[in-house]
């Protein structure tokens, strides 16, 4: 029994995490490559438009900091009456227009 990539995770991680993971949008990047099995090039576009900003500033931790509070996805220090975990998440789905297993669970629907 196979179970695919074995460095598949490992490489996704590194290239989310050289993006700057959840500081910037490393962590949408690698969602839309796991989820929709798409190129980093392809992802990167998919995510700056669905976001509304330039490709170049997915990796701004300045930018995305903003970026993300405005759109209530989630920011690496909780901020006050903002989302985190499954809410923020769930807020993500929307955003990017994808099914996130556990916001569907949620919602009760699977």
Request: some cysteine.
């Amino acid at each position: 029994m196979g179970v695919g990539d074995p460095l598949g995770m490992a490489i996704t991680h590194a290239v989310a995490s050289g993006m700057g993971g959840m500081r910037a949008a490393g962590d949408l990047v690698a969602r839309m490559q796991m989820t929709r099995g798409m190129k980093i090039k392809e992802a990167k576009k998919y995510v700056a438009e669905k976001l509304s900003v330039s490709v170049p500033d997915l990796t701004d931790p300045i930018i995305m900091s903003e970026v993300r509070e405005n759109l209530k996805i989630g920011t690496l220090h909780p901020i006050a009456n903002h989302p985190q975990g499954i809410e923020a998440k769930a807020n993500i789905a929307k955003v990017l227009d994808i099914d996130i297993n556990c916001v569907k669970r949620l919602r009760g629907s699977r």
